[in-house]
């Protein structure tokens, strides 16, 4: 394992309950490992979730974006690593690869903002600066993630209610659930996909239900979910990296 204040890694193995009907590991699985990979990094630098909270900073995700050579399977030993990148305005930039037996099979751009817990106002990254993680530099406009603007006559596909085990400990949906809401939307045309990207817009909770719509366009199947509030995220899936 290795551990610097720009850099983390650490190895994992896939268990037979991420691994989903086609095989392979699902969306959602990535998700959670990137998310805990993160988690790992910040704590063992002392930046616990609960240690932000106390000096007023709280990390929200607003994107990530996947880009598939393979999915890993069952059993398949992976060591999954993290680089903190550079910023933009108040976007902050991490890179996760998934490489198994020194081939990367998957790479995660993710997006993430600081707020104050306490009034959700916006924070500039300077928040994380000062305990020397993130790059004190503006990341190129080819390297950052695009907001998505989806046409708004996609058709319907059906409603996500939000439920109890759908929440994190903030009591929102979890991030890493949107994954099994993409992947339970998608087409069976593409569900090999080698690309995919999630943006997401607004927090849902207990009692809101995800209008989902989506449909295809220039060979990409895009996604939006509408709770009561407007939009809730966005996504894009192909099946070419």
């Known amino acids: 394992m290795q551990i610097t204040g720009d850099y983390f890694e650490r190895p994992v193995r896939v268990e037979s309950y991420q691994i989903g009907a086609s095989g392979h590991i699902r969306l959602s699985a990535l998700l959670r490992m990137e998310q805990e990979t993160g988690d790992e990094h910040m704590d063992a630098l002392g930046l616990s979730y609960e240690k932000l909270i106390e000096d007023g900073v709280a990390i929200l995700l607003t994107a990530n974006r996947v880009q598939v050579k393979r999915l890993p399977v069952r059993n398949e030993k992976l060591i999954v690593s993290t680089r903190t990148r550079g910023t933009f305005g108040v976007q902050m930039f991490r890179d996760f690869l998934f490489r198994s037996a020194g081939e990367v099979l998957v790479q995660i751009r993710q997006v993430t903002v600081c707020v104050d ?125």
């Open 117 to 241: 817990p306490a009034t959700h106002k916006l924070l500039r990254p300077e928040a994380l600066y000062r305990y020397g993680i993130f790059k004190r530099e503006t990341l190129p406009r080819e390297d950052r993630v695009p907001r998505m603007h989806p046409p708004e006559n996609l058709p319907f596909l059906g409603d996500r209610p939000i439920r109890y085990s759908d929440l994190d400990m903030n009591r929102h949906l979890t991030n890493t659930i949107y994954g099994d809401i993409v992947e339970d939307f998608l087409p069976d045309t593409f569900r090999d996909y080698h690309f995919a990207q999630i943006n997401y817009v607004a927090e849902s909770r207990l009692g809101d239900s995800l209008h989902i719509s989506g449909g295809e366009k220039a060979g990409q199947f895009l996604l939006v979910g509408k709770n009561q509030k407007g939009i809730g995220f966005t996504a894009l899936v192909s099946t070419k990296a």
